[in-house]
T-cell receptor, first 114, second 113 residues
Framework: AQSVTQPDIHITVSEGASLELRCNYS??????LFWYVQSPGQGLQLLLKYFSGDTLVQGIKGFEAEFKRSQSSFNLRKPSVHWSDAAEYFCAVVSTGGGNKLTFGTGTQLKVEL | DGGITQSPKYLFRKEGQNVTLSCEQNLNHDAMYWYRQDPGQGLRLIYY???????QKGDIAEGYSVSREKKESFPLTVTSAQKNPTAFYLC????????????FGPGTRLTVT
């Protein structure tokens, strides 16, 4: 079964600094990968997705992610973090068989220092 | 505006009572999903439905039940058999049975005492 690992539970960055959130997946075939963001007490919003093609994908709010098959990674990046980016971020993978269910990582809580 | 609505936002129940959480979508999506979220555990799939009148168990279906009588509605019942029902519940939908891109509702926080 596929799995997703987000090794950083909490990350703190200063406003204006760059950000990288790590995501590693375990899946035999080509994965379909997602990053979602969740503000406290809210639902999840899709930031970006990778299905195929260019391994560097652009998302909303200035985020991007790079798919690296050799490292089984799909790390999320942002060049300059804003205070409003403070939230919890989830990486997810879906298989193309068995109901196409999403498997989520445990999330990374981002704190932004002003 | 199209979207997913979940009601109520907060729900309180006494132990031993069944409770039903509402999820409605007007996106004309075929598939709908229920997730449970606990601190530090990410989201775990409870049930999902790819078409009307059909649904499948997810990873943690014990103590829960669902119905899908209408395309736009997918209510979740938390029964008294669920040992730890206090959690944040999220409903999602996707455009097709493929479920590749899911859209989420705002969630319902259930507290059982």
């Amino acid at each position: 079964a596929q799995s997703v690992t987000q090794p950083d539970i909490h990350i703190t960055v200063s406003e204006g600094a760059s950000l990288e959130l790590r995501c590693n997946y375990s899946y035999g075939a080509t994965p379909y990968l997602f990053w979602y963001v969740q503000s406290p007490g809210q639902g999840l919003q899709l930031l970006l997705k990778y299905f195929s093609g260019d391994t560097l994908v652009q998302g909303i709010k200035g985020f991007e992610a790079e798919f690296k098959r050799s490292q089984s990674s799909f790390n999320l990046r942002k060049p300059s973090v804003h205070w409003s980016d403070a939230a919890e971020y989830f990486c997810a993978v879906v298989s193309t068989g068995g109901g196409n269910k999403l498997t989520f990582g445990t999330g990374t809580q981002l704190k932004v220092e002003l | 505006d199209g979207g997913i609505t979940q009601s109520p936002k907060y729900l309180f129940r006494k132990e031993g009572q069944n409770v039903t959480l509402s999820c409605e979508q007007n996106l004309n999506h075929d598939a709908m999903y229920w997730y449970r979220q606990d601190p530090g555990q990410g989201l775990r799939l409870i049930y999902y439905s790819q078409i009307v009148n059909d649904f499948q168990k997810g990873d943690i279906a014990e103590g829960y039940s669902v119905s899908r009588e209408k395309k736009e509605s997918f209510p979740l019942t938390v029964t008294s058999a669920q040992k730890n029902p206090t959690a944040f519940y999220l409903c999602a939908s996707s455009i097709g049975a493929g479920g590749l891109e899911q859209y989420f509702g705002p969630g319902t926080r259930l507290t059982v005492t």
